[in-house]
Nanobody, 124 residues
Framework: QVQLVESGGGLVQAGGSLRLSCAAS????????MGWFRQAPGKERAFVAS????????EYADSVKARFTVSRDNAKNTAYLQMNSLKPEDTAVYYC?????????????????WGQGSQVTVSS
């Protein structure tokens, strides 16, 4: 079992930055790819970013490339999502997830464990 606890969401003005953290517990947490998804009101959950098990490979949704950076620190069992140049359309509940695979994963169905979600609101 893997438990994921997110932190770092909040309210920010357009153009600002936030960093989300995802603390993982469980003995297999560091051998899993991690991902970030988001869900805006009235919309389906959408892929944002993924990082492989050791942090040397990442993938991003086109909408966040060059603005968001995913990283992980396996010594701290924590994954991060640094969000810069935020836009109002980035407003959503953000979820971190742990996959059954070691490589990057973009499909929600291939993630086994999910955090509770963290609200990010970007004002114009």
């Amino acid at each position: 079992q893997v438990q994921l606890v997110e932190s770092g969401g909040g309210l920010v003005q357009a153009g600002g930055s936030l960093r989300l953290s995802c603390a993982a517990s469980g003995r297999t947490a560091n051998s899993r790819a991690m991902g970030w998804f988001r869900q805006a009101p009235g919309k389906e959950r959408a892929f944002v970013a993924s990082i492989n098990w050791n942090g040397d490979s990442t993938e991003y949704a086109d909408s966040v490339k060059a603005r968001f950076t995913v990283s992980r620190d396996n010594a701290k069992n924590t994954a991060y999502l640094q969000m810069n140049s935020l836009k109002p359309e980035d407003t959503a509940v953000y979820y971190c997830a742990a996959s059954r695979y070691i490589g990057t994963v973009v499909t929600a169905l291939q993630y086994d464990y999910w955090g509770q979600g963290s609200q990010v609101t970007v004002s114009s």
